[in-house]
């Protein structure tokens, strides 16, 4: 099964794309930082036209991203 995991660069996602993996998935990492497994896009969950790329043939989305930097909440 092809699978995206946004936020593939954290500690739950890393740990989950390894598990994918192992299971025989074919995972998608999409994250600001590359992915040490499976295929990695360098991409921006703010920005909604390169995430609908990266999502294109992916049968299921593991939604892990979040902002990490909460200085722009004053």
Same mark, same amino acid.
Do not use: Q
């Given at each position: 099964?092809? =699978?995206? &995991?946004?936020?593939? $660069? +954290? /500690?739950? +996602?890393?740990? =989950?794309?390894? !598990?994918? @993996?192992?299971?025989?998935?074919?995972?998608?990492? *999409?994250?600001? !930082?590359?992915?040490?497994? +499976?295929?990695? @896009? @360098? +991409?921006? @969950?703010?920005?909604?036209? $390169? /995430? !609908?790329? $990266?999502?294109?043939? &992916?049968?299921?989305? *593991?939604?892990? $991203?979040a902002a990490a930097d =909460?200085?722009?909440?004053?």
């Amino acid at each position: 099964m092809k =699978l995206l &995991c946004s936020g593939s $660069a +954290g /500690f739950i +996602g890393s740990s =989950l794309v390894e !598990r994918l @993996i192992l299971e025989g998935n074919d995972v998608v990492s *999409y994250d600001l !930082r590359p992915s040490p497994m +499976g295929e990695s @896009i @360098i +991409g921006d @969950i703010t920005d909604p036209d $390169a /995430f !609908r790329v $990266a999502v294109d043939g &992916c049968e299921a989305v *593991y939604h892990l $991203a979040a902002a990490a930097d =909460l200085n722009w909440c004053s």
